[in-house]
């Protein structure tokens, strides 16, 4: 996993990004141009998951038959319902009488036909390995998958799982911090403007905002960290104990669950100045000073990616796919949305993933660029 999300293994694939931002920019200018209304997740999801699709798979992942949309399907239902799991799985006793059992044969159902999926893409991508249409991630993992004699031995369930997990952790997530960023955006028209100005004033209007541009938008990046630490996606982050241990005077037990409130630490007062507005400046003095004992106590109260050994593996590419998708939305349209604000409500229930409670459904108008 960190050999395909690596800086190197990103440099090489970011053609792949550039083609599927544009597919993204020509499908939203199509409805605009039919004044058509749509929903920021959805388009969001499906562009996340076709990048990784063709940047894991290559041309055996085909956005023409829809595969990065049918991805989507999938992780949607498994997301709901794995949540739901791990939660009846934390709280045990009370929920095994709500039905676990039904759960767990409702997560394996949509399991199945997800693997079904998994595998038709994975027969097409061994047919097409002698072509120039391989990529180095599915190479290497069916390098080793071949090899009776390597250390670690990959099975066929091995590639389809990994395959399942990054879809599943990339997609949700980055489309729901999106759609949680553009909701403030739209809710203070200031920040759209600004940002606006500052894509401008770096990118000018004959091309589309690329990559290369994102160091020199700090007020973008400072949204997006702020959109993040009000809205993170993994709001509380689950953890087990392996062994027994002695914390702060307590001694805790071997199989211990333990769950971190990121999102309580990231609205705390004591650490955070007016920490329920939304202010991006806020991490525009942070990221300035650059200090070391800064740094760390930014790891400490910031969050949204998790920490330690299972903290996030696609944070850079995760900054990279929001940053660009956001930029390309204020870049090139204006946007209706239904009444006066978008209504920011949380989704509630047994949830692991914070998402708006409804969908953030606006109408895109091609920006008209004065000279
Ligand atoms: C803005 C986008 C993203 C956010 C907010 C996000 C957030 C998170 C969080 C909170 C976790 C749990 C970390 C923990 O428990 O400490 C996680 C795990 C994970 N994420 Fe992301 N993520 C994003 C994008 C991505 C992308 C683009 C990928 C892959 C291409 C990815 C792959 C994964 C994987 C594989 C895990 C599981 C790691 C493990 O269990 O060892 N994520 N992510």
Known sequence: MARALGPQALERTRGVRVAELERFHRNILDKAMKKQSLKIGEEARILVNNTLGKMSLGSSFSVEKNDGTKVSEFSIKLADLSQMFCVAQIFHKPLEKVGISLLKKQIMDVSHKFEELLENILVKYEGKMDNHQSTEFMDALMAAYRDDNAEYKITRNHIKALLAELFFGAGESSSSTTRWAMGEIFNNPR??????????????????????????????????????????????????????????????????????????????????????????????????????????EQTLKFLPFGAGRRGCPGLNLGYTLVETTIGVMVQCFDWEIEGDKVNMEEGSGLRFFLDLAHPLKCTPIPRIIKS
């Open 191 to 296: 920040i759209f403007e600004k940002l606006r100005k500052e894509i401008d004033s770096v990118v000018g209007n004959t091309r589309l905002i690329q990559e290369s541009d994102l160091p020199k938008l700090p007020y973008l990046q400072a949204v997006v960290k702020e959109s993040l630490r009000l809205h993170p996606v993994g709001a509380v982050l689950p953890r087990e104990f392996t062994q027994d241990c002695n914390i702060g005077g307590f001694y805790i037990h071997e199989g211990t669950s333990l769950v971190i409130n990121a999102y309580s630490i990231m609205r705390d007062p004591d650490i955070w100045e007016d920490p329920n507005e939304f202010k991006p400046e806020r991490f525009l003095t942070a990221s300035r000073s650059g200090q070391e004992d800064e740094k760390k």
